[in-house]
Structure formats: C-alpha cells, structure tokens
C-alpha cells in the first residue's frame, strides 16, 4: 500500500495494489498491518456503506461530539471526494481537498478527526464504503451547506443539477458553523 499526502496535512490517499487478470481483479482492501504501518488508527468501530444516483452529493458533515476520522473507498462507480479542514487553530482551516475515487484504482481517502466530508457520485450509481474511527452521533452531527460560496469548492455539477437531501440542504454557511477548536 502507497501512502500520498494530499495539500491538506493529516488528509491522505492510500493506494492499495489492484490485481488483474482475464478473470476480473483482487484488492485487498484493509490490512490492520498495513494500516498501522501508514500510521492510521486501527481501532475501527463501525462500517457504512451508502448507494448513491449520478450527480447526487452528500455532506458536508462531521460530528463535534464522538468526531470520527473516516476511512472510505468506492465499491463500484466514481465519486469526487472532499475533506474540509474545520480546525479553527489550522493553518488550513477552511481549506480543502478534493479527490476523485473510484472502483478500479485502489485509492482510498483517510479523512481525520477535525474535517468535514462530502462526495458527489460521478456515475450513474456509485458505491461508498467507509470505516469511521467513532459511533455514529446524531446530537453530535453538523453539516455545512454543500456549495457554500465561502468554502469554494469546484463541484463538476450545476447546483440546479445536483441531487441534495433536505438535510443537506438546510446546511448552515461555513462563516456560522460549529467547527472545532
């Protein structure tokens, strides 16, 4: 497994080794070693798993109380993936990366405590599979609106295209989000 460091510290892209032949192909998609080794935690408590249409985006979303780090990949399809760095005392607060994912690559996106997450699917469907570091806490959870002017991030989809829950559209602008210290 490759490690690559993103513009954002903390937020990194593993690649994992894709095995190929005429019969389809193998990755081995978590190695607690391997994982170690890239200095990610190995303390895991929850799967997710989410199926989403073309052009939907979910997020951004983080949680202020049990905060988790996520690690997420894409099962089948393609999606854009984006951290937001939300730590106030960060030189890159507010600042964001964003990554594209998808089934044949291996990437993977480590996205630690203190980031929001968002994705958008690139393909007609796409799978997006993620292991978060803490329980899910809905007290806890915030979201930012999604294409919030302040954050500026290069979504490659119209807004009046773009498929949004209600709860992510009811989003709150980063200038009066909760964030971390």
């Known amino acids: 497994m490759k490690v690559e460091e993103t513009a ?16 389809g192909a193998f990755q081995e998609t978590w190695n607690l070693r391997k994982v170690a080794e890239a200095g990610l935690p190995s ?5 997710n798993f989410s199926l ?12 202020l109380t049990e905060p988790q ?18 730590r106030r005392s960060s030189s890159t607060f507010g600042k964001h990366v964003a990554v594209e994912l998808d089934s044949e690559s291996g ?19 796409a799978g997006f599979a993620y292991k978060v570091t803490d329980y899910y806490s ?8 999604w294409n919030d002017p302040d954050l500026a991030i290069p979504w490659p989809v119209p807004a009046e295209q773009a498929i949004v829950s209600v709860k992510d559209q009811a989003g709150v ?9």
């Open 8 to 23: 954002l510290p903390g937020v990194a892209v593993l690649v994992a080794d894709v095995y190929r032949d005429d019969r």
């Open 43 to 47: 303390n895991w408590v929850q799967d």
């Open 52 to 63: 989403s249409k073309g052009n939907v985006v979910r997020g951004i979303h983080y949680q």
């Open 69 to 86: 780090g996520k690690l997420v990949r894409v099962t089948h399809g393609a999606v854009l993936d984006v951290a937001v760095d939300l």
């Open 107 to 125: 990437r993977m996106l480590w996205i630690p405590v203190g980031f929001g997450h968002a994705f958008l699917a690139l393909t007609e469907t």
């Open 138 to 145: 809905p007290g806890g959870e915030r979201t930012i609106l």
């Open 173 to 181: 602008a980063f200038r009066e989000a909760q964030v971390f210290g």
